[in-house]
């Protein structure tokens, strides 16, 4: 039926029309911010899943900050430590040439005050962002060690837990394994014999240290990579979730535009099918 007063067909068409421009302005919505669901109205259980994998993320972000800077803090107490180890092997072959009764022993005894002196220095150096693990004291607040963390750990809905890497400090400024301040002087054989003795201790103890100050320096740097890898898997997963698949939206916006188009046309015969009725009365 035909009515003046009402029009159904224009209706249908203008609805449907209406339909295809909010679906269009939704996939040109897409298109231009690269992000499918952007909002929380676009798809909330989607969005909140993202937006927690987005939190994670940034504490994997911050947690390889605070472990670049770990690393750096130990390596430079290790390449310390090595070389310490260095100037102790200097230290070593002076005593033997000494212990030989070769040699002058006030002069050997003054090489071993500079390389002893030269030793003290690197210790009290050997800070990084104010944490020196040579020292008795690492970061000045009685600390013994370095303590940085490693990861963020989520286990379903529950809030993440955080481990730690701690590389606990090597004390070259009082520790009795390396008393090397209070080491025998060099006057003669048999005092290099006694000063070689205890130079090898030294010796060993500051290799010790070192390899265990790389080993931790080690670690961290592979946890580092591994929260690279984390992190860029983290990334890919958020882009699935919300990024916008472009080829798939620029083809719906193509056919959106020619259902548009369509809509259109139908809105306008529609509009058009009342004027019939003025024939009847003409």
């Keep these: 039926m035909t009515s003046i007063n009402t029009n159904p067909g224009a209706e249908i068409a203008l609805r449907v029309l209406t339909n295809k421009q909010v679906e269009k302005e939704d996939v040109q919505d897409d298109i231009s911010t690269g992000k499918e669901v952007d909002k929380a109205k676009d798809a909330p259980a989607v969005w909140a899943i993202s937006e927690i994998m987005g939190s994670d993320l940034a504490g994997f972000q911050a947690t390889s900050s605070g472990l670049n800077v770990g690393e750096a803090t130990v390596s430079v107490a290790s390449a310390s430590a090595e070389q310490i180890t260095s100037l102790l092997t200097d230290m070593k072959e002076l005593t033997v040439q000494a212990s030989s009764g070769v040699g002058d022993y006030s002069m050997i005894e003054e090489q071993l005050a500079q390389k002893t002196e030269q030793i003290n220095t690197i210790i009290s150096s050997s800070g990084f962002n104010g944490v020196n693990l040579l020292a008795t004291n690492a970061d000045g607040n009685g600390g013994t060690g370095l303590t940085v963390a490693a990861s963020q750990d989520r286990s379903g809905d529950a809030a993440p837990t955080q481990s730690t890497i701690t590389v606990d400090s ?11 301040n209070n080491r025998t002087a060099v006057t003669d054989a048999a005092s290099a014999r006694t000063a070689l003795g205890e130079i090898e201790g030294f010796l060993r103890y500051a290799t010790d240290s070192a390899a265990a100050l790389g080993a931790g320096a080690q670690q961290m740097a592979e946890q580092d990579v591994f929260l690279d890898k984390l992190s860029d898997a983290v990334k890919m997963g958020i882009s699935e979730l919300t990024d916008t698949d472009m080829e798939d939206a620029a083809a719906r916006y193509e056919a ?7 809509s259109g046309l139908s809105l306008s015969i529609a509009n058009a099918s009342p004027g019939s009725l003025r024939s009847l009365y003409s």
Aim: no cysteine; aromatic share 12%; charged share 20%.
């Design 170 to 180: 090597v004390d070259f400024e009082s520790s009795t394994s390396f008393d090397i």
């Design 256 to 262: 959106l535009s020619a259902q548009e188009q369509l």
